[in-house]
């Protein structure tokens, strides 16, 4: 299983924003992209229809002004018609006619023009022949098809009065030029390049202000860190003074705790409650009477009975905190022996929380190493034989081998300091945990 890698909330919170605003920004920009280029395609297209039709009138209008000028057949007039605007159209640049085609309803026969140099003209002929004549229902049809790959406007309108006997209609496919086709592209991609600009600006001037926030809730994140953490010392202190001890006990015991932890390669999501823990393990003794918790002597069954309500009572106290309800591993388990002699529940090997078995092994550590007014601190190696001898009983084996290999080290730097400087490492190390634990990557 790989390790895991600790990083600070702040660092988290601002790969995540950096992270999820990119990621944002590209589905807006794509949606919005994708969005502009269908509605801008539709409505080039429309322009180009409509370019189209103002041909297809001009055709007309010009069919019909040489009917009345000449006299001639309306199949007549608009062949003569389509020849002039098809020199005009060449000459414009804005594309051809490379198919027209006109017939009267009722009558047989029609006038067709087909550009037969046009590269596209059987793809053109293929949908004409696809597409009988017809009279549209609104008197037109329009229809923009890609041939080719290529834009086409295929179009339908009535030549002269649809109420006459025999109306007669035009029907024309035109093709726009490549000038026309590109600056249609031109336009298209100019639009939507924009619309990807200003997402991505809106996403850059947004980016400092959510900036800025974060960095405002990291900063109350740190402080309420700050103020759980100094309400913990000063709870394991009031325990310790409730014991007629010192609160060093408890400070020394964290830190064995948080150092044999990392020697088991725990990540911090498992060492902060263990810290929690070994700082609150007696807190249930603030319930316990005053003559059973002071008593000089030996204590008889029933007293004995009475202190070990002392976990039950602990347990209650950090049930009411949520923050301190992950510390329940450690105070309610750190008087359970591996072999199950232990209380409050008499469980064994496995099932006493992991906390709980290494906070044993660690506690009883320091209090051997340490003067108490009824004893004196025992060396190392008496130290070590003792836990050695409970491997199996009282502690798990495991964590007993585990912890004799750091045990030297501990004991020189730590056993039976009192000092300001234990404090401040305590402090230094607890900050780095915290702020690191809660978000751990693969």
């Known amino acids: 299983m790989a390790r895991t890698r600790p990083i600070s909330l ?7 924003l950096t992270l999820r605003l990119l990621l944002m920004a590209v589905l807006i920009g794509f ?17 180009v229809v409509e370019e189209t039709r103002t041909e297809i009138q001009l ?3 010009r069919t019909l002004q040489i009917i009345r000028e000449q006299g001639s057949r309306q199949s007549v007039a608009f062949h003569q018609a389509l020849e002039e605007r098809l020199s005009i159209a060449a000459k414009s640049g804005r594309g051809e006619f490379v198919y027209v085609n006109f017939y009267q309803v009722g009558l047989t026969g029609s006038e067709e023009r087909i550009a037969t140099g046009y590269q596209l003209i059987d793809s053109v002929l293929r949908f004409v022949r ?25 179009m339908v309108m009535p030549l002269t009065d649809q109420a006459g006997p025999n109306p007669a209609y035009a029907q024309a496919m035109f093709a726009p030029s490549e000038g026309v086709r590109r600056a249609l592209l031109k336009k298209l991609q100019r639009s939507v390049v924009l619309v990807l600009l200003i997402v991505a600006a809106t996403s850059g001037l947004l980016y400092p202000v959510i900036l800025q926030l974060v960095r ?13 953490l100094g309400t913990l010392s000063l709870l394991a202190s009031a325990i310790a003074k409730r014991d007629s001890e010192t609160d060093v006990h408890n400070f020394r015991v964290t830190l ?7 020697a088991m390669h725990l990540d ?11 700082f609150l393990h007696d807190v249930g003794k603030i319930g316990v009477r005053d003559d059973i918790l002071l008593k000089p002597g030996r204590l008889d069954a029933r007293e004995f009975a009475r202190m070990q309500e002392h976990v039950r009572y602990g347990l209650d106290i950090i049930g009411g905190s949520q923050w301190l309800a992950d510390a329940a591993d450690v105070v309610g388990g750190h008087h359970e022996k591996f072999d199950g002699s232990g209380y409050p529940e008499g469980r064994a090997g496995e099932a006493i929380p992991l906390a709980a078995r290494i906070f044993a ?8 190493t340490s003067k108490r007014p009824y004893k004196e601190p025992l060396p190392l190696e008496k130290t070590l034989a003792l836990l050695r001898q409970g491997r199996g009983s009282q502690f798990d084996p495991a964590i007993v081998d585990v912890f004799i290999t750091i045990a030297p080290e501990l004991y020189r730097v730590y056993a039976g300091r009192d000092d300001q400087g234990l404090r401040d490492e305590l402090k230094a190390v607890m900050a780095r945990v915290f702020s690191q634990g809660e978000i751990v990557l693969d």
């Open 31 to 47: 949606f919005a992209g994708a969005g502009v280029y269908f509605s801008e395609q539709r409505n080039l297209t429309a322009q």
């Open 216 to 228: 405002k809730l990291t900063l109350f994140s740190h402080s309420l860190l700050d103020a759980n």
């Open 130 to 154: 696809s597409h009988p004549r017809v009279v549209p229902a609104g008197g037109e049809q329009a229809e923009a098809v890609t041939l080719g790959e290529r834009l086409h406007i295929w």
């Open 10 to 16: 702040q660092s988290f919170i601002y790969r995540t």
């Open 256 to 262: 064995y705790a948080m150092r044999l932890a990392e």
């Open 268 to 278: 911090n999501r498992d060492i902060q409650p263990l810290i929690k823990g070994a």
């Open 59 to 61: 055709l007309i209008a």
């Open 361 to 368: 092994v660690v506690d009883v550590f320091d209090a051997l």
